[in-house]
Each structure stands twice: as structure tokens, then as C-alpha cells.
């Protein structure tokens, strides 16, 4: 499974209120997908394994909100106990899965973490950044995260800024898969690197139900106007930005074509596209 999203072509600027918003909405939609998933494919032994409720415990792990109450206390100038309330935490969430063998004990086997991250020392210091995460920031939180050489990890990373581009050449390991995930244009987006053994480990980071998707392709249609009028507003380059499947992608053209009498669903050539009609 891949996507081939672009990285944001600007830089968005986020306020501590909004990474925090962010944050948590992050953190809920990735529990969602979880409680809603039967079982995980462990690549390590080739076995499935119940993913259910009773065969889970969830670890948050606090080092990095540490981190956060540290930099508020060297860099913020008062108000310290609000200024904490606002921020993001750069939270870490597990998830261990949990599997008893008839004669052995009790083992985890698979753990799906999610992890965010916000350039907290900008939002102290000014109140909203722009800043990218780094791969070397990514790879230290993996490591805190991935420890147990025995253990798959489906890995979830959202950014509340994005992440460089070179984030994308550290997502596969030996044990453990990284899905990098960022707000666009107001729509979730999910990067997930090209392996085979993502299968149903990829649905717990793909963070839109398909109507928010319709939605998300209905905003950026308004967004890239030009692109309509000038018959380059693809479905290619819907996915290049959204990532959203295309069958998603054309559904959407589609209600837009019968909702709006000035658009027309073309799909006379590859790739189809939303065209502008002028009578």
C-alpha cells in the first residue's frame, strides 16, 4: 500500500489552541479506528492476532509532556499554568496487543502507537509556528516507542505543522511500519511507504470517514478555481494532494457535477477531470 501525496507546498502556521485541537482529535479518530478493527497481522510470525478490547492495554507515555513543561518554564514569560492548558503535548499513545499460547504466558505481539508532534519550543515562544518536523525528532520518538525486537509496531505520526520531506525515507524497518499524517486545506491526509505488510494495520491511520473525504475533495475543488477553469483540475492531482483513493475522488466529481450546472464530470479522457462549462 502506498499514497503519493505531495508534502505541503507551504508552510502552515498553527496556533497553540488549534495544534491542540489538532492533537486531541488525532489521538480520538486513531482510538476509533482501532476499536472498530477485529484482529492485526503481525509480519514477524505471519499470524493475525484478536485485536479486541480485552487483548489490548493502552500506555500513554509521558516523557515528552515533560519536555513541554521544561520549555514553558525556560521560555514562557508568565502565565505559565494557561500557557500549558493551550499547548499541544506531543503526546505517545500504545496500544499492545496481547496473545496467550496455550502453554505460554502472556506476550505482546503487535503494538500500534500514535505519536504527535508540534514544534512546541515556536509555540511557547511566539504562540503559533510554521516549522516542519525533522526526520532525526521522528526517528527519536520511534526508538522510545519501537524497543522490543520481537514485536511489530504499527506506527502512526501526525504533525501538527507537517514533516519534512525527509521523514519519508525513515518509515520502513525491520519491525515496524511509520504512517505520517498532517492536516491540508482543513482535510486529514495519510502517507503510507509502499509495503505489503501494512494490510489491515493501515485502516487505524486513515483518519476520514469516506463522506468527510466527498467533503474534503468539495473544499479543495472551491480552493482551485484556477485549476478548474483552465481544465487541469484532475483526478490525479486531487490524489497528488489529498491522497484519497480515486473511486473516492470520482464520487465526489460526480455529486458535484449533478449539484452544479456550470461543472461537468469529464470523463472523455485520462486522466478525468472537472471541467468548467460556460453555457
Known amino acids: 500500500m502506498a499514497t503519493r501525496i505531495r508534502p505541503h507546498s507551504k508552510r ?83 496500544h499492545e496487543i496481547l496473545h496467550k499460547d496455550l502453554l505460554g504466558p502472556r506476550l505482546v505481539k503487535v503494538v500500534v502507537a500514535a505519536m504527535s508532534f508540534s514544534p512546541v519550543e515556536d509555540l511557547v515562544k511566539k504562540g503559533e509556528s510554521s516549522r516542519f518536523i525533522g526526520a532525526e525528532e521522528l526517528a527519536r520518538v520511534k526508538d522510545l516507542v519501537a524497543q522490543n525486537p520481537s514485536v511489530f509496531y504499527f506506527i502512526g505520526a501526525f504533525a501538527t505543522t507537517g514533516f519534512e520531506e525527509s521523514c519519508r525515507t525513515m518509515l520502513v524497518g525491520g519491525n515496524f511500519l511509520i504512517a505520517l499524517c498532517d492536516l491540508y486545506d482543513d482535510a486529514w491526509r495519510t502517507y503510507f511507504p509502499a509495503d505489503g505488510r501494512w494490510r489491515g494495520g493501515a485502516r487505524v491511520f486513515d483518519l476520514t470517514t469516506e463522506e468527510e473525504k466527498i467533503e474534503a475533495v468539495r473544499r479543495f475543488v472551491r480552493k482551485h478555481t484556477g485549476e478548474l477553469l483552465l481544465d487541469e483540475l484532475t483526478e490525479d492531482f486531487v490524489f497528488d494532494e489529498l491522497g484519497y483513493s480515486i473511486p473516492i475522488i470520482r464520487e465526489a466529481f460526480e455529486l458535484m457535477s449533478a449539484e452544479d450546472r456550470f461543472v461537468r464530470f469529464d470523463t472523455s479522457t485520462r486522466p478525468f477531470r472537472l471541467v468548467r462549462i460556460y453555457s
Open 12 to 94: 502552515p502556521t498553527v496556533d497553540r489552541k488549534t495544534a491542540l485541537v489538532n492533537e486531541e482529535s488525532f489521538f480520538e479518530r486513531v482510538g476509533a479506528n482501532l476499536n472498530a478493527l477485529a484482529g492485526l497481522y503481525n509480519p514477524l510470525d505471519n499470524r493475525t492476532y484478536d485485536a479486541s478490547p480485552r487483548n489490548r492495554v493502552m500506555k500513554v507515555i509521558d516523557d515528552r509532556s515533560s519536555e513541554v513543561k521544561s520549555l514553558i518554564k525556560r521560555f514562557a514569560e508568565r502565565d505559565l499554568m494557561k500557557t500549558y492548558e493551550e499547548m499541544p503535548k506531543n503526546g505517545v499513545v500504545s
